[in-house]
């Protein structure tokens, strides 16, 4: 603890002048003081109506941003997150904080995150094949572990007893074997830890209907991969038909990140 003396009339004006708009860290180091000696000198002065450290702190390194690309920071976030795909931690690397301050700062700025099937499409879309395939080789060697890319309400179906006939229907049409890579029911249980999954060949959210003739059997890894590619062509459409349509008002500012 640095040496406590008599607060000089500088040092207390300084404290008055600066109290508000400076941390507590920062006034002690200006004043080569200890920061519960200022503390405790500024409850002695009255000066109870300081704002949270904290608060300084992000309203700084906000302003920091904001300088640096000239956006507000709820958009330089917005951007980053849902424009650019990032992920939180891309987000903190590139705005030089923690994971934690980036998942804060979206609650005080109440920007929205993806639910869990959105935040799985963007992790896998960003592989490309080869380390799709050496993620579901991991998988298969129980190192890693798959994510369904469906689509939670479109899945509330796969408890319901009619489907769990018709997928029964559908294996066995099938020989219990993936009509992908030909494994069988028992070796995707080996490798993936579950059944086969039956898989629609026209997307349900689609034809919104399980026809027999529109289901067949795949194992985890193939089930995976027709799911990733069916998404990302859908995203790459969407995108390419915002941009012909002009509706894509700011490309200077996502060109940013």
């Known amino acids: ?39 405790h000198k500024m409850n002695a002065l009255g000066l109870t109506d300081k704002p949270n450290d904290m608060v300084l702190k992000r309203e700084r390194k906000w302003k920091e941003l904001e ?41 005080v700025l109440n920007i929205p995150r993806r639910d869990n099937s959105e935040g799985t499409k963007v992790r896998y879309s960003k592989m490309t094949e080869e380390q799709m395939d050496a993620h579901i080789l991991g998988a298969r060697l129980g190192q890693k572990k798959l994510f369904s890319l469906v689509n939670t309400e479109d899945r509330r179906y796969v408890r319901d007893e009619e489907w769990l006939k018709i997928s029964e229907i559908v294996k066995t049409r099938d020989n219990y074997r993936c009509m992908e890579c030909n494994i069988s ?18 997307p349900f959210h689609i034809c919104r209907k399980h026809k027999i003739d529109n289901l067949i059997a795949l194992c985890n890894g193939c089930h995976l991969k027709i799911h990733r590619k069916y998404w990302w062509d859908e995203v790459r459409e969407q995108k390419r038909l915002l941009e012909s349509d002009g509706l894509d008002q700011e490309p200077s500012i996502i060109s940013q990140f």
Do not use: Q
């Open 67 to 107: 300088d640096k690309y000239s956006l507000a920071i709820k958009d330089i976030i917005y951007n980053l997150y849902w424009v650019k795909d990032k992920s939180l931690l891309e987000i903190s690397d590139m705005l030089d904080v923690s994971n934690g301050t980036v998942n804060n700062w979206m609650k």
């Open 185 to 202: 029911e028992e070796t995707n249980y080996k490798l993936y830890h579950c059944a086969l999954n039956v898989h629609h060949v026209i």
């Open 1 to 39: 603890m640095k040496k406590c003396r008599k607060f000089k009339s500088n040092e207390v004006e300084t404290i008055k002048i600066y109290y508000k708009t400076l941390p507590i860290s920062d006034i002690a180091e200006m004043l080569d003081r200890d920061i519960r000696v200022i503390n």
